[in-house]
């Protein structure tokens, strides 16, 4: 039975990937990809991956899906050529049939690899689970044991958000924004806005005993303050890029502020003292929620029209 | 107990299947939609039952979020694809 379901599984998901890819419209190709997401969060609850299977549910069914049905907005708007197939003689079709057969040659030698790694990691986290101030392993791992690598990558999504809004003041034609005054869209955003709000601080909150976490927590809240802005709520805060560059520097900015305390007292940066560190834990994570969610909510804000943005004031 | 949440399963696993037929099928941008909103759905109550066959409470919070989640998908196709090409099939 078991092996059913997961060959199902498997299936339907190189399918999707594939229809994906070689289907003609683009917007049958996003819904697709849209599907192809949820197929990937059951797939991985099916390898007893909790953890990215919430992150792929939350980010890949929630955030990407609505960006791309904008990015498809955008080129209906700007009445884009339709996407043609490649030709053999373009140079970036053999450079795609390249990269992509050095990516699963790649892939197939870490396979065949057999894994004798020389720490046993598995172990030393477990032993050091008890130091670490939270007791699910895997926030262990992002907040404290490789908290470094955690603070770089939150530095990339700041970085990303930049590049958005560097892109958004070169955009020439942007997409009206149509706002809609529907009754039942707002008695939906009362009723669903509360609950979004709840389950990403239940997931913030649920981190540190069992899956669940900053990014997570932090896709989520994207997601209720695109349900806000799409409704046709702006807010004051949205609108002047002053906040907006505050609100993606917040979570960082806690972050090092966290980790350079102890240089003050002789000890290596992103040491956190053994009695507190559950709550620091949890602060450096509310401030990465809060931030997270602000900057996935910039990408999307970032791609409206320009005029519904304002500069910030200069008297 | 177990073989009614497998044969719940097989059903749950052919609803998916038809729904990614209808996507593909269209014929309208609005049926692929609809047909999205079923699989999500259909998703979610996967997730539920995978969290007991594989006792993995965790699948719950996700079954959760994609719940919350999943309309979003609608509401942003009616507010940005939809006033574009409205009355016109997408081919």
């Known amino acids: ?315 | 107990m177990n073989s009614l949440y497998s044969i719940t399963l097989v059903i749950l696993l052919l609803s998916l299947l038809m729904g990614v037929f209808r996507i593909w099928r269209g014929p309208r941008m609005a049926d692929r939609i609809m047909a999205a909103q079923l699989t999500g759905s259909t998703g979610v109550a996967v997730l539920l039952i995978f969290a007991e066959l594989q006792n993995q409470p965790a699948a719950r919070d996700t079954a959760l979020v994609l719940a919350l989640l999943a309309m979003l998908v609608a509401i942003a196709f009616v507010g940005r694809v939809w006033g574009f090409t409205r009355e016109k099939k997408d081919s």
């Not at chain 1, 708007?77 to 990516?103: D, E, H, I, M, Y």
């Not at chain 1, 046993?120 to 008890?130: C, G, I, P, R, T």
């Not at chain 1, 392993?137 to 770089?152: E, K, M, V, W």
């Not at chain 1, 979004?196 to 005993?209: E, R």
């Open chain 1, 1 to 315: 039975m078991n092996e059913l379901i997961d060959l199902t599984l498997i299936c339907i998901l190189l399918g999707l990937a594939t229809l994906s890819l070689f289907t003609q419209s683009l917007f049958r190709s996003v819904m697709f990809f849209i599907l192809l997401g949820l197929i990937l969060s059951l797939v991985w609850i099916r390898l007893d991956a909790p953890d990215i299977a919430l992150a792929e549910a939350a980010i890949g069914a929630g955030i990407t899906g609505i960006l791309l049905l904008d990015a498809l907005a955008h080129l209906r708007a700007t009445s884009n050529t339709p996407p043609q197939l490649l030709q053999l003689k373009q140079p970036r079709f053999w450079l795609a049939l390249l990269s992509g057969t050095g990516v699963i040659l790649a892939l197939g030698l870490a396979v065949s690899e057999p894994l004798s790694p020389v720490v046993a990691l598995d172990l030393k986290v477990s032993e050091n689970l008890a130091e670490s101030g939270v007791t699910h392993p895997i926030t262990a791992i992002l907040l404290n044991f490789r908290s470094y690598d955690t603070l770089l990558e939150v530095a990339v999504l700041v970085l990303a958000a930049l590049v958005a809004l560097t892109l958004r003041q070169s955009d020439e034609h942007p997409v009206a924004n149509e706002f809609l005054p529907n009754q039942l869209l707002h008695a939906c955003l009362k009723l669903f806005f509360p609950m979004i709000f709840l389950v990403s601080m239940y997931l913030l909150w649920a981190g540190s005993t069992q899956p669940g976490g900053a990014f997570q927590a932090g896709a989520v809240l994207a997601s209720a303050f695109v349900l806000f802005y799409l409704v046709g709520l702006k807010t004051q805060l949205a609108q002047n890029e002053h906040y907006l560059k505050r609100g993606w520097i917040f979570g960082l900015a806690i972050f090092v502020l966290v980790g350079a305390v102890p240089l003050l007292q002789g000890q290596p940066f992103l040491t956190y003292p053994d009695a507190h560190a559950g709550v620091l834990i949890l602060l450096i994570e509310l401030g990465l929620t809060l931030s997270i969610g602000w900057i996935l909510f910039s990408l999307f804000l970032l791609s409206q029209s320009a005029s519904t943005f304002q500069k910030k004031d200069t008297p």
